[in-house]
Nanobody, 115 residues
Framework: QVQLVESGGGLVQPGGSLRLSCAASGFFFSNYGMRWYRQAPGKERELIASISSTGISTNYAESVKGRFTISRDNVKNTVYLQMNSLKPEDTAVYYC????????WGQGTLVTVSS
């Protein structure tokens, strides 16, 4: 059974940083690309970052490019999202998702950027 467990969210001031983690289980993690999405209140879920199975290739939405970094540890079966220079518009629930089966979602982790 696929499980994705996000963590690391919280309240941070504008300009601050957070690192999110997503622990995956139930599939052969190192064989599949992973993605981070976010959903702000009243908005649709949007794809913000993706990483290949090896970690060599990454892609970012324009809204986070240069501020966020996706990475993965194929020993720990975990994907990370380092978020720097956070803005109030980054406030959202953040989710990870896998290329193995994109029907499975975790519970998400809430990031609130506010002074």
């Amino acid at each position: 059974q696929v499980q994705l467990v996000e963590s690391g969210g919280g309240l941070v001031q504008p300009g601050g940083s957070l690192r999110l983690s997503c622990a995956a289980s139930g599939f052969f993690f190192s064989n599949y690309g992973m993605r981070w999405y976010r959903q702000a209140p009243g908005k649709e879920r949007e794809l913000i970052a993706s990483i290949s199975s090896t970690g060599i290739s990454t892609n970012y939405a324009e809204s986070v490019k240069g501020r966020f970094t996706i990475s993965r540890d194929n020993v720990k079966n975990t994907v990370y999202l380092q978020m720097n220079s956070l803005k109030p518009e980054d406030t959202a629930v953040y989710y990870c998702n896998s290329n193995y089966d994109n029907r499975y979602w975790g519970q998400g982790t809430l990031v609130t950027v506010s002074s």
